[in-house]
């Protein structure tokens, strides 16, 4: 779970270091071969607002995750006796 939220916190960065550079440079606005493919970057990436974003559905996959964990722990230990 915490290397998801760290790929999403760098991607976040590297968005905003884009749309910085795009607003305050004129000439990286000029060049619109850049401008096509940061257009084909930003449809690529489906994002959601936090509004619709579902806190249930987290919780669901890090409960899965507990139980898998325990899940194979059991098993080890169950193969260990």
Do not use: C, W
């Not at 790929?7 to 550079?21: D, E, N, P, T, Y």
């Not at 806190?55 to 169950?78: F, G, N, V």
């Amino acid at each position: 779970m915490q290397n998801i939220l760290n790929a999403i916190s760098i991607l976040r960065q590297k968005l905003a270091f884009l749309i910085k550079v795009t607003e305050s440079s004129p000439e990286v606005r000029a060049n619109q071969e850049f401008i096509r493919r940061l257009n084909q970057i930003a449809n690529q990436i489906h994002i959601t607002s936090k509004g619709n974003f579902d806190e249930q559905m987290i919780l669901q996959e890090y409960s899965d995750a507990q139980a898998l964990t325990m899940l194979a722990s059991i098993t080890k230990s169950q193969g260990t006796l």
